[in-house]
């Protein structure tokens, strides 16, 4: 798929021998892991040295400069949650009995379930960044940015 490039404003400005592009990029319905190609020709420049993003959004912008594409981002800080391995039939029990996950989970039974960190009241804790998922779909995701070139 693409993305949506427009440009905004009065976007083109004039900075000595360098010019400064203001633009917005709107994601597609299944985002490509990797990025979106974005060329200097995509703001009307014919090299890009720079560019910034308006990251307001929740989903973190970047210009892969190596690769000519614009990625997208989320907090890699997720919820933990507890996985409980099924042991054996003589085993101790363990039961546990989860809000969000109906059922009983036993030692003693022989499936594995994983239960979400929040039953626990787990908090999530700010991580690295990830790239967002193939196919995530990011139609509704509007960032603005500004690049400098010439």
């Given at each position: 798929?693409?993305?949506?490039?427009?440009?905004?404003?009065?976007?083109?400005?004039?900075?000595?021998?360098?010019?400064?592009?203001?633009?917005?990029?709107?994601?597609?319905?299944?985002?490509?892991?990797?990025?979106?190609?974005?060329?200097?020709?995509?703001?009307?420049?014919?090299?890009?040295?720079?560019?910034?993003?308006?990251?307001?959004?929740?989903?973190?912008?970047?210009?892969?400069?190596?690769?000519g594409k614009i990625q997208f981002f989320?907090?890699?800080?997720?919820?933990?949650s507890v996985t409980v391995t099924g042991?054996?039939?003589?085993?101790?029990?363990?039961?546990?009995?989860?809000?969000?996950?109906?059922?009983?989970?036993?030692?003693?039974?022989?499936?594995?379930?994983?239960?979400?960190?929040?039953?626990?009241?787990?908090?999530?804790?700010?991580?690295?960044?990830?790239?967002?998922?193939a196919t995530t779909n990011l139609s509704?995701?509007?960032?603005?940015?500004?690049?400098?070139?010439?």
């Open positions: 798929m693409s993305l949506t490039v427009s440009l905004t404003g009065d976007w083109l400005e004039s900075l000595g021998s360098k010019r400064a592009v203001n633009f917005s990029i709107t994601g597609d319905a299944s985002y490509t892991t990797g990025g979106y190609a974005f060329t200097p020709a995509n703001i009307g420049l014919g090299v890009i040295d720079f560019v910034e993003f308006d990251n307001a959004s929740g989903n973190v912008a970047f210009y892969n400069a190596s690769t989320v907090d890699g800080g997720n919820l933990p042991g054996q039939a003589a085993g101790p029990a363990l039961q546990i009995t989860p809000d969000s996950n109906a059922g009983v989970l036993g030692k003693t039974a022989a499936t594995t379930r994983t239960i979400p960190g929040a039953t626990f009241g787990l908090t999530a804790v700010p991580s690295s960044l990830v790239e967002v998922g509704a995701v509007t960032v603005h940015g500004r690049a400098y070139g010439r």
